[in-house]
């Protein structure tokens, strides 16, 4: 109980400081980046609006890394003042001392999985309707956005400009479908409202497949349109969502604007980063059995450092594959993490047998 709370306390010290250090830099360094942007769109306390609603998302990303560091730091400590030493003669493999923090590991990984799945995707959201809202306001007049594409149902729907409670769209174009995937008509409206109901389209045109008749109508219902806030959400997307979101968007239970492929990604690795914070753990093992006064003493941290940023650099470029559709969803999620955990548990092996 002495060594656990002991060994926790060192860790936890370390973790925080790494986590609130490399945070900060991120923040100002995005600061940096997007201050004159956020002054000219507010003042000096929209800085401070703007920093505390990327936070959340900051630190999220920040957890495992903070986590490599955290271990390493912790384990030269115990290598250097001979702890680990007397642990090791004690008959206390290294393997013990993983174990031993692996419930504040646990801790880091629902913290993660809290501020990156149910967190940040608010504040994100409450960033991107700020954003927005003072557009006007911004330093440059900012050009027209692109058209928002999504999926609803059976239609394909194109929507020029989208206001900020999603309720009022301009400029529409609508493709309903039959089952066969083959396009039926072409609907083009100059404006929709929704008025709490449903949808109303206004100034339609509707054209038959191969143009051969027009039909203009004031009004139209539109009973097959999503709900404004899915809407929103399509078109100022956020870089986080919540995992219940991503499984309703999977099973096409709302509107979309990508791929199975995507959302299925995006939701398995909701999950496998719940891992990043054991792996990142064991992948600081190895500075465990570094020994004081010996050569070459910064070979096993350089090499903690590399495998930690390898994992993160493998995982990121395998889950924008999957993203795409170019990679199986399980290959480009599970592979990092299945195949750095090997790597590291093998290295502990071999150092262990030293």
Sequence with gaps: MIRRRYLSRIFIGRFLAALLGLAAL???LDLLDRASEVLHRGGIEDLARYAALRLPTVLGQMVPLATLVAGMLTFRRLAMTLEMTALRASGIPVRRVLVTLLPVCLAAALAQGVLLGFV??????MLAEWWESTESRALAPASAPPRVWLRAGSQIVGIDRVSLDGA???GLLLVPRAEDGVARARIEADSAVHDGAGWTLQGVRVAEPGGTRLVR??????PEGPPPAEIIELARPTESQDPW????????????DRGPAFYATRLQNS???????????????????????????????LLGLSLGLGYLLLGGLLTALG???VAPVALSVW???????ALGGMLLIRFEEQ
């Design 217 to 222: 109508q004031a009004t139209r219902p539109w």
């Design 26 to 28: 991120l923040q100002l």
């Design 120 to 125: 940040a995707p608010r504040t994100e959201r």
């Design 168 to 170: 009022h769209l301009q």
């Design 335 to 341: 592979t990092a993490p299945i195949v750095f955990a």
């Design 271 to 301: 999950f496998a980063r719940l891992l990043a914070p054991f792996l990142m753990l064991l992948l600081a093992a190895p500075v465990a059995f570094e020994m004081p006064r010996r050569g070459g003493g910064g070979l096993r941290p």
């Design 245 to 256: 979101w991503l499984l309703r968007a999977l099973r096409r239970e709302q509107a979309v």
């Design 323 to 325: 993203e795409a559709g």
